[in-house]
């Protein structure tokens, strides 16, 4: 297998953990982390394709039975493009690096507010420390990530800076860990309850790449809506375009990373002036309830899917799992760009004329047995 930088596995008695040799002075003790069977032979054979996946759109992102079903279907979605996905989360004070359903389940159905902490850098050594449950934010998803080694991670929207942020300094960790994580972030842009513009600049200062993906220029999204009125610096029109890219941030050794905006599929976006207003009022009603902090997030989407009736919550669950699609195909042409094939995962599919496709670790397999045979003929046997 050919890689431009060098991995290390790391075993406990409880599972693995890889991390770029070199690259980074941080790591979480393997001792920590449960990574599930699928995830550790796909990163410890084909890496580039595991597409992370967040576990507060579970916890604190939608109601039951919606969010259980969304997640079951987004690992489904990642699966069926060769992909595979690695749910993130914290359950009985460990780190779990992919879920088993009764797990899933689990977090869905767990009150979050008593029992279920949202769990960005900051709450992990307490979630952790006293055993419970957590849903890991955008942050806390790529703090994991990177650990692992895992390079692409879809999620619905990213945080940033809240709206009034200059007054009240509230800016999302995920746009500081962004910058200190070189991992692929696919997420149909910010919150549209945020504070598009100033976020965009602070992503800048943290030195991250905004791309926007398959659209005809750089109009970034804005969750809910296709568009926010701000542009990104570059647009991506393919999944191996976002690839070369991912490829080339490893081979410059930049250790921040990269924002993918992919807009909301055209059917499910809603109007950008009922949106406005929807979250102005929304924000009003935090205010009046003395909602601040990181609950301010879950709570202004509960209150927008009310106040839309629903569409909003539709919305959501329409773009991630869009979002997880685009994640996987970026993930399969990565892999292949960096295993040295010649064509894409897509174009073997068309000429098999299969829809369904196959794992890559199927080749990587081919090319380790022809590489014991060589050895094989060699020692003369």
Do not use: W
């Not at 993130?88 to 507010?113: F, M, N, P, Q, Y």
């Not at 659209?215 to 070369?244: H, M, V």
């Not at 979250?279 to 106040?307: M, W, Y």
């Amino acid at each position: 297998m050919l890689r431009s930088t060098a991995t290390t596995l790391f075993r406990s008695s409880r599972g693995y953990c890889t991390g770029n040799v070199g690259a980074t002075n941080r790591r979480i003790s393997p001792s920590l982390i449960d990574i599930a069977p699928e995830v550790r032979d796909a990163l410890r054979h084909t890496p580039q394709s595991v597409v992370a996946l967040e576990s507060t759109i579970i916890t604190h992102g939608m109601p039951y039975p919606h969010n259980l079903d969304t997640a079951l279907e987004v690992e489904q979605i990642v699966r069926q493009q060769g992909a595979v996905p690695a749910t993130i989360a914290i359950v009985g004070g460990r780190i779990k690096v992919g879920l088993v359903e009764d797990e899933l389940r689990l977090l869905a159905r767990t009150d979050s507010g008593a029992q279920t902490v949202k769990t960005s850098r900051r709450d992990m050594a307490y979630v952790m420390a006293t055993g419970r449950n957590g849903g890991t934010t955008v942050a806390g998803t790529l703090l994991v990530a990177d650990a692992v080694g895992i390079r692409i991670f879809a999620t619905g929207g990213i945080g940033g800076v809240h709206r009034e942020g200059e007054r009240t300094m509230d800016v999302s960790a995920d746009l500081i860990e962004l910058g200190r994580c070189p991992v692929a972030v696919v997420s149909s842009g910010v919150k549209s309850i945020l504070d598009i513009p100033r976020t965009l600049e602070y992503l800048e200062t943290q030195g991250v790449c905004v791309t926007t993906y398959g659209s005809a220029d750089s109009e970034f999204p804005a969750f809910y809506t296709r568009s926010s009125g701000s542009k990104a610096a570059y647009n991506l029109s393919s999944a191996t375009e976002a690839a070369k890219m991912l490829h080339m941030n490893r081979e410059l050794g930049l250790r921040s990373g990269i924002l993918i905006g992919v807009p909301i599929p055209e059917r499910y976006a809603m109007d950008a002036t009922e949106m406005n207003a929807v979250i102005a009022q929304a924000l009003r009603d935090a205010e009046r309830k003395g909602i601040h902090g990181k609950e301010v997030t879950p709570f202004i989407l509960s209150a927008v899917s009310q106040l839309t009736r629903g569409k909003s919550l539709d919305a959501n669950m329409a773009l991630i799992k869009n979002n997880a699609r685009v994640a996987a195909e970026i993930a399969m042409d990565l892999a292949r760009i960096e295993n040295g094939a010649t064509t894409t995962v897509k174009e073997k599919h068309v000429a098999k004329g299969v829809d369904a496709p196959l794992i890559i670790g199927g080749s990587v397999i081919d090319i380790c047995i022809s590489v014991l045979e060589d050895d094989i003929k060699k020692g003369g046997y």
